[in-house]
Structures are given as structure tokens and as C-alpha cells.
């Protein structure tokens, strides 16, 4: 049975896409279809040209990446949601975005960050609860965070598997 994953994040370092890479990666080793898409940011130009290093990864990830688009998400079975650690704002802007075209009973919505701090991505499991999608928390977990990512892709997706089975 065909399982549909979407994976949206912001990252302005790098940091949280190494981690959507992973998720996808688990996600893709449970034999899932996947889309990649990064959130543009929500800064002025003059703020990230301030800094080098983000404008440089943007400039990376804007050639390596598309934004998420209008059919994505009543394609996808799963969507994980991944944003730095210090702000999910994009991502909740992401959310907002999808109640033009929602609710989205019976998908799967898995929220995290670097660390999976609870404050950044509390606001993120209440917009996709809001939005009628099932919330699989990433489990409270330590080691290399690309490892837990992966994992968690690869959980998800197949928990998405059983769910469309039993429907």
C-alpha cells in the first residue's frame, strides 16, 4: 500500500534540513513516496544579508529545493514538519496557510526540531490538531539527532501504513 510523505521545513544553517533530509530518508526506507519542500523565510533581505552564512545557505537551499505547493498536502498520507530550534514561525505560517484548503482529517502530522524542544514545537502539534490531522510527537529520545530523525521518519510512515490498511 502506498504511503504519501511530505516533508516541510525551514532551516536557515542547515541544521533542520540535515534533519528533514533524515526523516525523508526513513520515510523512503519504508517504502514511502516523498516530496522535499522548504518554507521560504519570513525575515526582511536586509536581515539575512546581514548575516553570510545564512545568506549563503539560502542562496543553496533556494537551487536545491521548491516551496511547498498548493497540491502537496491533500496528496500526502504524512507531513512532518521541521523547524530550527529557536522558532517555528514559518512553519506556523505554513499551517495557517493550509486552513484556506483544510481540514485534513486522516493524515498524520509529525512536528519536530533540533533537540525536539517542547516549546518551539508545542504551537505546531495545536495548528495540525486544529487542521483535524492525527499528532505523532516525536518519542522523548537522546543520541545523534540524524539517527533519531531517520527513525522517526521510518515510525511514522509506517504507522501511516497500518492506519490506511485498516481504513
Known amino acids: 500500500m502506498d504511503v504519501n510523505v511530505l516533508v516541510v521545513f525551514y532551516s536557515r544553517y542547515g541544521k533542520a534540513e540535515r534533519l528533514a533530509l533524515a526523516a525523508g530518508l ?10 522535499l519542500r522548504r518554507v521560504p523565510d519570513l525575515a526582511d533581505e536586509a536581515t539575512i544579508t546581514a548575516d553570510a552564512s545564512w545568506a549563503e ?4 537551499m533556494k537551487l536545491d529545493y521548491v516551496a511547498p505547493r498548493e497540491a502537496d498536502a491533500p496528496w500526502a498520507d504524512v507531513i512532518f514538519l521541521v523547524t530550527p530550534i529557536d522558532t517555528a514561525a514559518e512553519i506556523d505560517r505554513y499551517l495557517a496557510a493550509l486552513h484556506a484548503h483544510g481540514p485534513y482529517p486522516g493524515k498524520i502530522a509529525a512536528p ?3 533537540g525536539n524542544r517542547a ?22 529520545t537522546t ?25
Open 112 to 114: 519536530f526540531c533540533p
Open 143 to 167: 543520541g545523534y539527532a540524524v539517527e533519531v530523525a531517520r527513525t522517526y521518519g521510518r515510525r511514522v510512515t509506517e504507522m501511516a501504513r497500518a492506519l490506511k490498511a485498516k481504513s
Open 119 to 140: 516549546q518551539t514545537v508545542a504551537q505546531l502539534y495545536v495548528g495540525a490538531a486544529c487542521l483535524g490531522m492525527t499528532v505523532v510527537p516525536m518519542a522523548a
Open 57 to 60: 545557505n539560502r542562496e543553496r
Open 26 to 35: 526513513g520515510a523512503i526506507q519504508a517504502k514511502a513516496n516523498i516530496r
